[in-house]
């Protein structure tokens, strides 16, 4: 009778926790640690490269530093940065990776009247960092520093 209690137990454990699992992993079936996950909330650039060059102010200014990205779970994306003393947004855009995880693509952001579409490569994506790069179609290369701005990122 001893040995019958440990056993009952020990199959149930096994039991609760075959059923608790989700096909695709992770506590709501992703992977919790994967890009769509790193990705979504709010980001701030704090470096911006044009040319090869530092830049610290830009008429592009969805890639001025200091602008806010807001990266939503369904791929929505918001644009928000201060125009001169003013904020200015855009809540039109979209993102979405491509070639397995290693480029984003950003399009329909209408910001201060400049269209921004663009594939980037990804050269970091960690909770808290996010490094890409792209080429305008004026043949200018980008490159953009971010860091997440969410209390929850860990």
């Known amino acids: 009778m001893k040995r019958i209690v440990p056993i ?19 506590a709501t079936g992703g992977n919790i640690n994967g890009p769509e996950y790193r990705i979504v909330g709010p980001w701030q650039i704090t470096h911006t490269y044009l040319n090869g060059v ?10 001025q530093p200091g602008a806010f990205y807001n990266f939503y779970a369904d791929h929505p994306l918001e644009v928000m940065n201060y125009v001169n003393g003013q904020i ?6 979209f993102w979405y990776f491509n070639d397995d995880n290693t480029k984003l693509e950003i399009s329909r952001v209408n910001f201060m009247g400049r269209r921004y579409e663009y594939t980037a490569d ?9 490094i890409y790069d792209y080429d305008d179609a004026d ?13 929850y990122s860990y």
Do not use: Q
């Open 88 to 93: 200015r947004y855009s809540i039109n855009g």
């Open 122 to 130: 990804i050269y970091k994506l960690t909770k808290r960092e996010l």
């Open 8 to 26: 009952i137990a020990l199959i149930s454990l096994c039991a609760i926790l075959s059923v608790s699992c989700y096909p695709g992993g992770g």
């Open 54 to 63: 530092e830049i610290d102010t830009t008429d592009y200014y969805a890639n």
């Open 139 to 151: 043949g200018n290369h980008w490159r953009i520093h971010m860091n997440n701005r969410s209390l």
